[in-house]
C-alpha cells in the first residue's frame, strides 16, 4: 500500500495553485500538457516543465482509460516545488509493474516512477487521487551544476 500523500514544503508564501477539469476524450491528453506548460510558465518553473507534462500525461492517459469521470487535474507550486494530483472516481488502483517487451501497455507508471521525485496513490470512498512531487533544481544547482563523476582519474 503506498504512503499517505506528503506534502510538498510548508512556509513558502508563494504558494499557487491551478485545476483542470479534465473532458472525457483523448484530446484532453494536449489540453491537459498545454494546461501543465501555461501554469509552469506564469510560476517560472519552465525547468521541470517537460517532466511535470509528462508525467502528468500518463497519469491522465491512466484515468480516461481505467478511471471515471470526473477527473481533475490538480497542481500546486510551492517555491521550487510542484505536486500534481490526478483524481478520479473509478475504483481500480493504478499498480507499477514490469514492462513487458511485447506488451503495449503497462509503461506509464514506469516513466512516472523515473521522473517524478515521489509518487503515490490516496484511494478514497469515492474513486482515487495519484499524486506526484517533481522538485526543480534550486538556484545554486543550477549557477553550479554537481561535476561530472562519470570518469574515475
Request: some cysteine.
Amino acid at each position: 500500500m503506498p504512503n499517505p500523500s506528503p506534502p510538498i514544503a510548508s512556509g513558502d508564501t508563494r504558494s499557487r495553485q491551478a485545476c483542470f477539469d479534465v473532458p472525457d476524450r483523448l484530446e484532453a491528453i494536449g489540453e491537459a500538457r498545454r494546461f501543465v506548460r501555461q501554469a509552469l510558465a506564469r510560476w517560472r518553473l519552465a525547468d521541470i516543465t517537460d517532466d511535470v507534462a509528462l508525467i502528468v500525461t500518463e497519469l491522465i492517459t491512466n484515468s480516461l482509460a481505467y478511471g471515471k469521470e470526473p477527473i481533475r487535474l490538480t497542481l500546486r507550486a510551492d517555491g521550487r516545488a510542484v505536486r500534481g494530483e490526478v483524481s478520479d472516481h473509478g475504483s481500480a488502483l493504478p499498480t507499477l509493474m514490469p514492462a513487458d517487451l511485447y506488451n503495449e501497455h503497462g509503461r506509464g507508471l514506469i516513466l512516472v516512477n523515473a521522473y517524478a521525485d515521489r509518487w503515490g496513490i490516496d484511494p478514497a470512498a469515492s474513486g482515487k487521487t495519484v499524486w506526484f512531487v517533481r522538485r526543480a533544481a534550486a538556484a545554486t544547482e543550477e549557477l553550479h551544476p554537481a561535476p561530472d563523476r562519470t570518469f574515475a582519474w
